[in-house]
């Protein structure tokens, strides 16, 4: 089964809102990754979180995790329309290094 | 700075042929991984090498072999190309596998491949 599942599977906000998306995982990791893909286009890294990190900031992100309920939020202050794309969540596991990906939210911004 | 390079970009074969997918990591970064993603699907691990040697391997068809080579650029071999096999195919690279378990992947941009 997916190691990581997001909620919500799609979520549509006004510009200027924030958008909260989340992420769950079933077995210990070293870290958590967040990723965009725009449509049809590649994926491009957004942030990592370690396991040992609780909250992380990058500009309008701010990722947390926790490890006893195994999750994690995305958060995005400000939406603004280029922000549109699908999020995914990846866990990098203790033992191997590839990543395990959930199935994305899918994020729209309405102008 | 410099990205992961995946070439060709776009490519489009006919069922049964061939193709091969380049991937130039990072300068320096010693471990490449192959993602397949499928339309409207969450990207699949296929498989990774680290200093030429494969180290993992995920959902790869017997259709597939993949190989780095010693400046650590991989390829990606397909062979009687199915339509299932459309999809977009990801290269990432990594610096290490040991010591720093943190390592972030790095994506190229893909490759989209189109089997008609």
Known sequence: SQQGEEDPQAL????????????????????????????????????????????????RLRVTLDTSK?????????????????????????SNYQLIWGAGTKLIIKP | AAGVIQSPRHLIKEKRETA??????????????WYQQGPGQDPQFLISFYEKMQSDKGSIPDRFSAQQFSDYHSELNMSSLELGDSAL????????????SYNEQFFGPGTRLTVL
Request: net charge positive; charged share 20%.
């Open chain 2, 89 to 100: 195919y990801f290269c990432a690279s990594t610096l290490g596998l040991a010591v720093d």
């Open chain 1, 70 to 94: 195994k999750s994690s939020s995305l958060l995005i202050t400000a939406s603004r329309a280029a922000d549109t794309a699908s999020y995914f969540c990846a866990t990098a596991m203790d």
């Open chain 1, 12 to 59: 549509s906000i006004q510009e200027g809102e924030n958008a909260t998306m989340n992420c769950s995982y079933k077995t210990s990791i070293n870290n958590l990754q967040w990723y965009r893909q725009n449509s049809g286009r590649g994926l491009v890294h957004l942030i990592l979180i370690r396991s040992n990190e609780r909250e992380k900031h990058s500009g």
């Open chain 2, 20 to 33: 091969t997918l380049k991937c130039y990591p990072i300068p320096r970064h010693d471990t490449v991984y």
